[in-house]
Structures are given as C-alpha cells and as structure tokens.
C-alpha cells in the first residue's frame, strides 16, 4: 500500500447537545495529515454509533479509501504522536493484512507483540482512535448485529485481525485509567504499563525458549512418577469416585487423597486443604507436585508426554506453578506454543507446583475472604497454563466452595468453553507469527 496524506478522518459526535466534540476539533487543528468530517451520531438517519460507523464505511467505500481514521470524541493525542510514527504503524499493520488499527484502547483482554510499531490484540473496548482497512469495509457493512450489545464487541468478532499500535497515539481525554470489575481483575487497568510488561514478559521467554527445550528428554519419562495430592470430602462420594475413575491406569501419577479441610466458608476450607497439603509435600521432600480437585476431569489432549514436557520446560523457565486449565487468564502472553503466562489465572483443579512456591504459600497471611485460585495467582508473577488444557472442571451441578454454581447452572462448563475459545484463538495467531519447527499440540 503506497501511504498517501492527508487521512480522510471522521470525528463521531455521540452527544449532538454536547460540545465534546470541539476537543476533537482543536485536537486535529494543527494536523495538515488529517482532513477532517464530523458525523452526529444522534442523527436518527444513522442510527446511533453503528449506524454512524456503517454510514462512514459506505462513503470510504464509494470515494475508494484505501483506508480511514474513524475517532470518537473523547480522542486525545499521546505524546508519542507523530505523523511518520502514525504512517509507519498504519504501513505495518497493512504488511500484517490487518482490518483495523487502533490507535487507543481503554482495556483489552490480551496483545500479542508482532512488530516493534504494532501488536496484535483480541477482545477490547475503546474506540476512540481507529483505522479501518478497505478490507474490512465490506465486513462491516454486510453485518448482522444479532444479540451482541456493543460497538467493540461487533468488531472483536468479526475479525482476528485487530492490532494496537505501540507506542499508543491516543488516550481517552481525561482518563488514562479505567477501573475494570471482571472475571479477571478488579485493579484498574492501565494500558500503556500493561503493554510495556507484555512485551517484556513475551521477549524474556522467547530469549530463552531454545534452552528450555533442550532439557526434556521424551525417552527418560517412562518411570517418571509426579506426587499426586487430591482433595475431598468423605462423603462426597460420587466425586470420589468419579476422580479415581481419572487416575485409572495413569501410573504417572502416585495419587493420595487428602480429605478436605472444613470451614464455615467453602473456599477457605479449600486455601486450607492446599496449604494442608503443601505442608505434606514439604515433609516428603518433594520436588514437584500435582494438587487436584474431585471435580478434575482430563481433556482429549492430555499425555504423559506432554504434561512431563511442560513441567521439564516450566521449571527451567522459573515457574511457580502451571495450570492444566483454567476457567479465566488475563493477558495471556505465549511462553511457547502451548504454554502460556497470564497477570491472573484462575482455577485450581489441576495445578502443578513446584518446590521453590512451596514456603511463600505457607508464609502469606490470609483471612476468610481468601479466594484459592485469585490469592494464589496474586503469590507470584511467575505462573503459567497449557492449552490446548489438559484438565477441565467436571460440572456436578453443585460447588462446596463457590456458591454461585448453585444457582447458575452449567456455569463452570461455559467459563471453561469460553476462555478455551480465546486461547485458541491467541494460539492460531502466535502460530502465525512465531511458528517453529517442532511438533506442536493443536487444535
């Protein structure tokens, strides 16, 4: 694509009675890259803000941009702006056949670095600052809205191929910080700092990628024998006997079971089962152990092999502890093809730990509003989950530590299928950016 100025730019008005929209205007003032048209979201002709978008796409389309900048009016410019920065992010982005390019997000669920000037990113909110490709025109005008509620969410699932520009060129005015209250985190979300840590966390594995495989041998694991600890209650007998059933045959494994801890508070009882069973680990001088719960239930991927591989490979790269699946994993950044570092990883059905975690666990304070997976994430920067997972919570329609699976029915089975939905998804693009010659688990 041969970069021509200046940008056909289209300021989206949300409030017609506001004067937001006269920031916008001062913002681009001294910009000769940019001409500028300002389209009223509140037009009953267009239909509010994907009215408003659809509206700017099928003038693109008629004037043949090869792309647009579409902004709303809480735009405003980063220090880091610059024309040739932009041209360089928008010319990258296009090399990368991106649909969209966003110049400012307020939140995202996960980035992946591709280039020094862009990143990919999945799920986001925040359109203040956008680039839309010809590419994507036809997309967006052929869309069916259905049952999906926002503007971001519509253009999250309609491509996999949104990138974010790095360094960001806008922020949303007056609000470099938006509080997020999710499964995932409940601080509030910075984004600049997070994609800074992202692309550190992404190169350090890299950098040692090579060496980390080097130290499994596929051929030494076959009277390779990992401490098992499983938790549960006595009389919760069909989960008893729905776990040994698991651990049928798996002769990896030295399984002991551990009855549960009983509190008041469900999942305190279960912070108090695993520190129970650290303990155990401590006074048996193990190396590495497996702690599980009744309701862990191996996915059609799980091997010997591959388990033995990550848990080789995790531990060289500084591990603490590695999930074999997870309900939830903020940030996701790829360690390796199927491997993967997350700010927050939920669940605990499955985890292995490692030694060196042992002692930090037992020494942190903790009250009854504790939380396992949560408080045990937030012990250390340095946890990792597979996928493809090799472990999902079987759903047995009740829960002895989260309340909420009472009334919400099927609940665990959805927060599994979603979250395996997105790490697919950042695997097929880390696959298509950082393929390697070795024998990969997909799906």
């Keep these: 694509m041969t970069m021509r100025l200046p940008i056909s730019t289209y300021l989206i008005n949300r409030n017609a009675q506001s004067t937001d929209h006269q920031h916008l205007l001062i913002e681009f003032e001294d910009k000769k890259e940019f001409t500028i048209t300002v389209t009223d979201s509140t037009n009953p002709e267009v239909d509010g803000i994907w009215g408003c978008l659809v509206s700017i796409i099928s003038t693109a389309r008629i004037n043949k941009e090869k792309f647009i900048l579409v902004c709303d009016d809480s735009h405003q410019f980063t220090a880091d702006y610059s ?113 800074k840590t992202i692309r550190e966390v992404f190169s350090f594995y890299q950098d040692t990628l090579e060496e980390s495989r080097a130290v499994f041998d596929p051929e ?23 776990i040994e059933a698991q651990f049928q045959g798996r002769d990896e494994f030295d399984v002991k079971y551990i009855e549960a801890c009983r509190h008041d508070i469900g999942a305190v009882g279960l912070w108090l089962s695993i520190r129970k069973i650290i303990q155990m680990a401590i006074d048996n001088d193990d190396e590495v152990i497996i702690i599980c719960e009744d309701d862990h239930e191996f996915s059609e991927y799980y091997t010997k092999e591959y388990l033995i591989k990550n848990i080789f490979e995790a531990h060289f790269q500084g591990a ?36 060196k975690f042992f ?35 079987k759903d047995f329609g009740y829960s002895d530590v989260t309340p909420v699976h ?38």
């Excluded at 997870?326 to 990883?345: D, H, I, K, L």
């Excluded at 045990?376 to 997972?389: A, D, I, Q, R």
């Design 220 to 242: 030494n694991i076959e009277n390779l024998v990992i401490p098992t600890y499983v938790i549960n209650l006595p009389e919760r007998t069909e989960r008893r006997a729905h």
């Design 406 to 443: 009472h009334d919400v029915k099927g609940l665990i089975t959805m927060i599994f299928t979603e979250n395996f939905k997105k790490m697919g998804r950042i695997q097929k693009t880390y696959l298509e950016y950082y393929s390697h010659t070795r024998t990969i688990e997909t799906i």
């Design 359 to 393: 002692n930090r666990i037992l020494d942190q304070p903790f009250d009854d509003k504790v939380i396992a997976d949560r408080f045990l994430s937030n012990l250390t920067v340095n946890k990792m989950v597979l996928y493809p997972f090799i472990s999902f919570q």
């Design 83 to 195: 024309t040739d920065t932009l041209c360089d992010q928008i010319t990258q982005a296009d090399q990368l056949d991106a649909d969209l390019l966003l110049g400012g997000v307020s939140w995202f669920d996960t980035v992946l670095p591709v280039t020094d000037a862009v990143a990919w990113i999945n799920y986001f909110t925040g359109i203040q600052f956008m680039i839309i490709y010809e590419r994507f025109y036809e997309k967006i005008l052929d869309a069916k809205l259905g049952n999906i509620y926002d503007i971001e969410q519509q253009l999250s699932a309609m491509s996999s191929k949104i990138f974010i520009a790095t360094p960001l060129l806008s922020i949303k005015k007056d609000c470099e910080e938006v509080p997020i209250n999710n499964e995932e985190t409940e601080a509030t979300f910075q984004v600049a700092p997070a994609i």
């Design 320 to 355: 603490d502890y590695l999930c074999g699946g997870s309900g939830g994993v903020a940030q996701a950044v790829p360690v390796t093809e199927n491997r993967y570092w997350g700010s927050m990883c939920l669940s605990t059905q499955f985890i292995i730990v490692f030694r």
